[in-house]
Nanobody, 119 residues
């Protein structure tokens, strides 16, 4: 089992920045990738960015250049630095972790943290 605890959300003005953090605990050795998703009211949950255990990153096209995902393996923590925020970035941001044990993959989610960008 993996537990994920997010922090760093809040209210920011257009053009501002926020950094989200997600601390993982439990069977962290089995984590093969972590990432951030977001869900705005009335929308489906969508990928923001992900990072593999080897450090490879993947971004949704619209987030490239403004968002940066990184991880601190010693702290079992993944970060999402968000710059030049826009009102359309307003959403609940969820931390995600995928684990692998032999051939079994499992997905874990954090409780979500609200990000609100005011115009």
């Amino acid at each position: 089992q993996v537990q994920l605890v997010e922090s760093g959300g809040g209210l920011v003005q257009t053009g501002g920045s926020l950094r989200l953090s997600c601390a993982a605990s439990g069977t962290v050795f089995s984590i093969v990738a972590m990432g951030w998703y977001r869900q705005a009211p009335g929308n489906e949950r969508e990928l923001v960015a992900s990072i593999s255990s080897a450090g490879s990153t993947n971004y949704a096209d619209s987030k490239k250049g403004r968002f940066t995902i990184s991880r601190d393996n010693a702290k079992n923590t993944v970060y999402l630095q968000m710059n030049s925020l826009k009102p359309e970035d307003t959403a609940v941001y969820y931390c995600h972790a995928r684990t692998q044990t032999i051939l079994v993959f499992k997905d874990y989610w954090g409780q979500g943290t609200q990000v609100t960008v005011s115009s």
